[in-house]
């Protein structure tokens, strides 16, 4: 397989499977990326992580550029050298931070300063200096630097996008080794379709190798995210792989690749399992409840993880009450697996010709409003 | 093999090299017992204890009997079922907390009523109690309950000593599952060499399946412990094992195999890694050491276990600074796995006749005082 090829297996609907192929290995698609921000998914190791059937991880530009420094990480031999963890890797551009963090971050035309979150100190990321950190970082996938703005705002988001294409070329010129790393443009322009257009648009027109859209799971409904996708991803080239940053929850992952999304990621299910809850098919648990105390069932009785084929649920509930590290372990453990699995079960789907079937049954408990 | 037997392969000098068989499996001794206080090794799955070659694990009566309760416990299927661990189990008898926690206990003849740490509720344990309460536990391994004393008071020590040897009577008399169950005794008396001949003299006379050496490893000196062992050990049944209570250190572990000694438990390899430091054959590593920020060797050259074979040291410095678990998890995993596999070194040199020159390639590096 030639790195960065997208081969399409099967549609069903305008769903699709595949399977994206990386330097470091083949993402069969639809997949979902388990998050490790500072080069380690919270509380699980990469052998877990393997167990689980991960194939493709993110990392943080910018919490990795603060700490321990990208270039540490060069000299330690890059990322995937560096994390223990030799599968396919994306890095993010720092442009989420831009925004999350913004009350410490001013933009300008050229680039971004910011105060870093640990020690106040001053720094600049510029569309170069990204593409510059996570050349150092070295992961398969790498972003455009971009700039999210408020949902609500049109008029600064129509300023944002501008500025956000024109970093989008500043950042295609900078990059320069497609062989490695495969950059990928960022769709953004709020819940405006007209701005959604305009961005596809102006990212198709610069022939990246797969495209992302940004800014959604970000406060909007989810009426406004499933028509930013119904209106921006048949813009995208079919043969090349559609990422939804940021998302998700169960029923998140099935709508978007119902509408053919390949690639997804989210922080969700570590930082729920650190709060003690399970992701289930009917929906979030949380494990603390005094009812759990002397059950017996697995957190979910259909899981093959690690988790459910070992544990009851009055024994992980012991453990969080106690504080002990090995219940996030194992709630991640979970509800990672719970992801992936229903990436596999959606692939299998898609190309039995069933995926409606499937998306039908899955979103059914979550009811009309499709939150987890 | 009949449950509670010990076969010895080969002695070397006092050291002794053999098989301790319970229900659950049998114990390759010299062994050394990772603590799971409440129910589990801190950061580290089963799987990953079984990985490390963990053939003993060693949970608290007292903590578990607080919360979440022996009767839980035993209505979940007793301790093995309850944490997913199917090899052998020892509980301890709740008297060293008795004595560690001694500023909320009072200690009268006939038991303990102490506070719980955990919301002040009162509570009593009896030896009957703590007999009753391990049977719900249902650990391979039982202690009687027993009571330390300060090593410095020589009266207190005799009367406490005294009433441990009656304690060790009731509890043996509240012993009724001696298939399911081996009850040890533990030899107290401080460091005063005769109240520890009579103290193993007592037990002794009560035919244990096993004796256990408790009070040591408490602030004495490196030279009291060894005398201690010096004088006890030979007067303890060749034919049973002998258990050397919350000991230790890689010098403490050689030094109690030379005189004799089969199983040992320390919380130290787990302590110490949440702390990020490491161990090694030629001590302690302060992993946090700026030193090790772009070290690409491994935790120890030598090491076998995931941590040494996956990762740098500059990659878990990073982990410690980030304050990432997996940092916990590795170390964890790494130093249990020492202590383990330098009871595997020795068991195979006590066999191979060569025990007295690995027990001096072990210690040199530490030095006369024999501290890590």
Known sequence: MVPFSLSLHARDGDARAGVFSTPHGPIPTPAFAPVGTRATVKSVTPAQLNDIGASLLLANTYHLYLRPGDELIAEMGKLHTFMGWDGPILTDSGGFQVWSLGEINTVDDDGVTFQSH??????RFTPEQSIAIQQNLGADIIMCFDELADADDREYMRRALQRTHRWAERCRAAWDNPAEQALFGIVQGGIFDDLRRESAAALVAMDFPGYAVGGLSVGESK??????????????????????????????????????????????????ARHGQALTRLGRVNMRN?????????????????????????????LI????????????????RMLI?????????????????????????????QTL
């Open 118 to 123: 640990l020690d106040g100190s001053y720094h």
């Open 223 to 272: 009426a406004d995210m499933h028509r930013v996708l119904d209106t921006t991803l048949p813009l995208l080239p079919a043969d090349k792989p559609r990422y939804l940053m940021g998302v998700g929850t169960l029923p998140d992952l099935v709508n978007g690749v119902m509408r053919g999304v390949d690639l997804f990621d989210c922080v969700l299910p570590t930082r729920v």
């Open 321 to 336: 009450q106690a504080g002990e590290m090995l219940a996030s372990t194992l709630l991640s453990i979970h509800n990672l």
């Open 290 to 318: 005094a009812e759990h105390a002397r059950s017996r069932e697995p957190l979910d009785t259909a899981c093959d993880c690690y988790a459910c084929q070992h544990f009851t649920r009055g024994y992980i509930r012991h």
């Open 341 to 369: 699995r229903l990436t596999e079960d959606m692939r299998a789907a898609i190309r039995a010709g069933t995926f409606s079937d499937l998306a039908a049954s899955i979103l059914e408990p979550f009811g009309a409003n």
